[in-house]
């Protein structure tokens, strides 16, 4: 079946400690998009790509790096350069065009311990 | 800029019917979306609209006016598990999302 794998679930940061998020996608989707949601809060958009080597800043990019070398995957890292990174990390999807909406993966909580 | 208002929660009745607001003053509009999401969870799909008018699937329906900048999801014969958050989201013609901070649905018996 075809989807959007985040991994892992949950993680755990030493302060000072950069960490990847994975996220693997099997859709053939063109556009990858990394999201944060706070506690009580919307979705922020950190980075995104809509095709391969090539990726844009989102709202909230600072503290946080990309890499777009496959079309299946896009791993974000948190950086010790990231003030406040305990948060819900969501991983997306879409393909071109107007009728089509995201595909999340599952999430990825970190948390600083 | 891009701005996207929902309430910020909401209780209802088991059997009622509840009728969720969004309003969004975005730069570019390719689509509005609504996603359910359970606490802890990744955002679901629910509907999707680009046209002015009522889009129907089931107890969910979503409406939208592009001229007032208005969409609303209205949910029919709630149900327990119909408590969680309802993200409104409008698609720009870049092919990126821009989310509401979601409303919080409590379904109370």
């Known amino acids: 079946d075809g989807g959007i794998t985040q991994s892992p679930k949950y993680l755990f940061r030493k302060e000072g400690q950069n960490v990847t998020l994975s996220c693997e996608q099997n859709?053939?989707?063109?556009?990858m998009y990394w999201y944060r949601q706070d506690p009580g809060q919307g979705l922020r958009l950190i980075y995104y790509?809509?095709?391969?080597?090539?990726?844009q800043k989102g709202d909230i990019a600072e503290g946080y790096s990309v890499s777009r070398e496959k079309k299946e995957s896009f791993p974000l890292t948190v950086t010790s350069a990231q003030k406040n990174p305990t948060a819900f990390y969501l991983c997306?999807?879409?393909?071109?065009?107007?009728?089509?909406?995201?595909?999340f993966g599952s999430g990825t909580r970190l948390t600083i311990v | 800029g891009q701005n996207i208002d929902q309430p910020t929660e909401m209780t209802a009745t088991e059997g009622a019917i509840v009728q969720i607001n969004c309003t969004y003053q975005?730069?570019?509009?390719?689509?509005l979306f609504w996603y359910q999401q359970h606490a802890g969870e990744a955002p679901t799909f629910l509907s999707y609209?680009?046209?002015?008018g009522l889009e129907e699937k089931g107890r969910f329906s979503s409406f939208l006016s592009r001229s007032k900048g208005y969409s609303y999801l209205l949910l029919k014969e709630l149900q327990m598990k119909d408590s969680a958050s309802y993200l409104c989201?409008?698609?720009?013609?870049?092919?990126?999302?821009?989310f509401g901070s979601g409303t919080k649905l409590n379904v109370k018996p």
């Open positions: 997306a999807s879409s393909t071109r065009g107007p009728l089509y909406g995201y595909t």
């Open positions: 859709l053939n989707h063109d556009a």
């Open positions: 790509s809509q095709i391969v080597n090539d990726f």
């Open positions: 975005t730069s570019g509009f390719n689509g």
């Open positions: 609209n680009v046209l002015d």
């Open positions: 989201a409008v698609k720009d013609n870049f092919n990126k999302f821009y």
